[in-house]
């Protein structure tokens, strides 16, 4: 009984210093695994081999972890998941080549210019245009770029970004709850349970693109007035750059597209060729340095390693819960309070995770809870589908509410803040709160009348 509420406590301690934001997360989950390994698992336990199971490192020496002919494994995994974090990795190197080549600034600048600059249709390319970019790129990277962009678009064509921002940074994370690769906590889903790309795309997809359907008429609708008043202020359009002036290096340019677009196809195919997350973020990532040249060593600076170091403690805290029986003891507590009823089951996975991720970050939440679905769903893989797409749009969509809920909040509300548009959690919630509430209406009816 010790080892499970020493777990437990280390878990709660290691969220609330993670909400708190004193210190920086990646250290506190460091940590807080260090303590998991050290007294939960080697001093209470005794137990060398949960230690070992934990790290996962033997993971890595598996042909399964590289290559899974058939791709079709759909069993849950314990500790640290070595998959997710060099997809991530990959991903991000990818990005950063991308990024130093010019190629996010150059489709901004040529989307406004196609919509000639006026705001409504702007306003509506750019939320579109956030939402299909977070379904391939980190929703983190999506809003750094889109929300700087926009910025810079208010200054010349005199509005106020702060809408447009807040439309984007939801659009981004609804986009992201698409497909397996679009957020963390669906990589987390996907990598744990065996589910591809396009399993995603054809459940959570679904439900995403009606969201987002939805969303365009609801931020349209609330801001229609700011909308009109910015197209009556005269502009000089002739002034404004031209796209291609944000084309630092052709080559770079042209190769980074390739290689985007290359990973997309592997990533769409992946159930089919076999090759793992893993092996196509790594092949990615050495195919984007190979290709940087000179650059080489700026990328690799660029890589977000502290996201990494937060995704190594948190996986390993979470096993501890694993290896004690805690998660066991949740998912028991969820059947016996849903009396085995799928539609109650899928009700309280998509509602309580939304509820825990709009406060929380959805990160450590989603790796939290996929042992605790797979227990839910016992050998009854159909089940183990549904309470996977119902956490997925639970915690994705959940994160949206409110300014801490999802990194790509936290991040676009400090770009914004940057340049003096500072977006309060007033201001945040008046727009986020409703427009969250109806995508998990949406993804709530969607899932009883497909899967229940």
Same mark, same amino acid.
């Given at each position: 009984?010790?080892?499970?509420?020493?777990?437990?406590?280390?878990?709660?301690?290691?969220?609330?210093?993670?909400?708190?934001?004193?210190?920086?997360?990646?250290?506190?989950?460091?940590?807080?695994?260090?303590?998991?390994?050290?007294?939960?698992?080697?001093?209470?336990?005794?137990?060398?081999?949960?230690?070992?199971?934990?790290?996962?490192?033997?993971?890595?020496?598996?042909?399964?972890?590289?290559?899974?002919?058939?791709?079709?494994?759909?069993?849950?995994?314990?500790?640290?998941?070595?998959?997710?974090?060099?997809?991530?990795?990959?991903?991000?190197?990818?990005?950063?080549?991308?990024?130093?080549?010019?190629?996010?600034?150059?489709?901004?600048?040529?989307?406004?210019?196609?919509?000639?600059?006026?705001?409504?249709?702007?306003?509506?390319?750019?939320?579109?245009?956030?939402?299909?970019?977070?379904?391939?790129?980190?929703?983190?990277?999506?809003?750094?770029?889109?929300?700087?962009?926009?910025?810079?678009?208010?200054?010349?064509?005199?509005?106020?970004?702060?809408?447009?921002?807040?439309?984007?940074?939801?659009?981004?994370?609804?986009?992201?709850?698409?497909?397996?690769?679009?957020?963390?906590?669906?990589?987390?889903?996907?990598?744990?349970?065996?589910?591809?790309?396009?399993?995603?795309?054809?459940?959570?997809?679904?439900?995403?693109?009606?969201? #987002?359907?939805?969303?365009?008429?609801?931020?349209?609708?609330?801001?229609?007035?700011?909308?009109?008043?910015?197209?009556?202020?005269?502009?000089?359009?002739?002034?404004?750059?031209?796209?291609?002036?944000?084309?630092?290096?052709?080559?770079?340019?042209?190769?980074?597209?390739?290689?985007?677009?290359?990973?997309?196809?592997?990533?769409?195919?992946?159930?089919?060729?076999?090759?793992?997350?893993?092996?196509?973020?790594?092949?990615?990532?050495?195919?984007?340095?190979?290709?940087?040249?000179?650059?080489?060593?700026?990328?690799?600076?660029?890589?977000?390693?502290?996201?990494?170091?937060?995704?190594?403690?948190?996986?390993?805290?979470?096993?501890?819960?694993?290896?004690?029986?805690?998660?066991?003891?949740?998912?028991?507590?969820?059947?016996?309070?849903?009396?085995?009823?799928?539609?109650?089951?899928?009700?309280?996975?998509?509602?309580?995770?939304?509820?825990?991720?709009?406060?929380?970050?959805?990160?450590?939440?989603?790796?939290?809870?996929?042992?605790?679905?797979?227990?839910?769903?016992?050998?009854?893989?159909?089940?183990?589908?549904?309470?996977?797409?119902?956490?997925?749009?639970?915690?994705?969509?959940?994160?949206?509410?409110?300014?801490?809920?999802?990194?790509?909040?936290?991040?676009?509300?400090?770009?914004?803040?940057?340049?003096?548009? #500072?977006?309060?959690?007033?201001?945040?919630?008046?727009?986020?709160?409703?427009?969250?509430?109806?995508?998990?209406?949406?993804?709530?009816?969607?899932?009883?009348?497909?899967?229940?």
């Amino acid at each position: 009984m010790v080892a499970p509420i020493a777990a437990s406590v280390i878990f709660v301690a290691m969220f609330i210093l993670i909400v708190t934001d004193k210190i920086e997360r990646h250290i506190v989950t460091l940590i807080c695994g260090l303590l998991t390994l050290a007294v939960v698992l080697g001093i209470i336990l005794h137990s060398p081999s949960a230690i070992w199971s934990t790290i996962n490192l033997s993971s890595l020496v598996d042909a399964g972890f590289w290559y899974t002919p058939l791709a079709d494994g759909h069993g849950g995994h314990s500790g640290i998941d070595w998959a997710t974090i060099i997809f991530i990795a990959g991903m991000m190197v990818m990005v950063e080549g991308m990024a130093k080549s010019g190629f996010f600034r150059w489709l901004c600048m040529w989307l406004a210019k196609l919509v000639n600059y006026r705001s409504a249709p702007l306003f509506i390319a750019f939320m579109v245009m956030s939402a299909a970019l977070a379904m391939f790129i980190d929703s983190i990277t999506v809003i750094l770029f889109l929300a700087a962009i926009t910025i810079e678009l208010a200054k010349l064509l005199k509005f106020n970004p702060v809408p447009m921002i807040l439309a984007e940074i939801f659009c981004a994370n609804l986009g992201g709850s698409a497909t397996m690769c679009g957020d963390p906590p669906n990589i987390i889903i996907g990598s744990a349970l065996g589910y591809s790309f396009a399993d995603f795309l054809t459940n959570t997809g679904l439900i995403a693109g009606l969201g #987002l359907i939805a969303m365009v008429i609801y931020f349209y609708l609330t801001n229609r007035k700011a909308l009109k008043d910015a197209d009556k202020v005269e502009k000089d359009i002739c002034s404004l750059p031209s796209p291609s002036s944000a084309i630092i290096n052709m080559r770079d340019f042209v190769i980074s597209i390739i290689i985007f677009l290359t990973a997309v196809v592997l990533l769409v195919t992946h159930a089919q060729t076999g090759l793992s997350v893993a092996t196509i973020g790594l092949g990615i990532a050495v195919i984007t340095l190979v290709c940087a040249g000179q650059g080489v060593l700026e990328i690799i600076k660029k890589v977000d390693y502290k996201t990494l170091l937060f995704f190594v403690g948190l996986f390993i805290v979470v096993g501890g819960l694993e290896q004690t029986g805690v998660l066991k003891i949740i998912a028991d507590f969820i059947a016996n309070v849903s009396g085995g009823n799928l539609m109650v089951m899928c009700a309280i996975v998509i509602w309580v995770s939304a509820l825990a991720s709009a406060f929380v970050d959805n990160i450590p939440f989603a790796a939290t809870m996929v042992p605790i679905i797979t227990s839910l769903a016992g050998a009854d893989g159909t089940i183990l589908a549904t309470l996977a797409w119902s956490l997925a749009m639970g915690t994705d969509i959940g994160g949206c509410a409110t300014p801490i809920g999802a990194s790509a909040n936290v991040v676009g509300t400090s770009v914004a803040a940057k340049s003096g548009y #500072l977006i309060g959690w007033g201001k945040f919630c008046k727009q986020s709160v409703p427009a969250t509430i109806i995508v998990l209406i949406i993804s709530t009816v969607v899932i009883f009348l497909r899967y229940c």
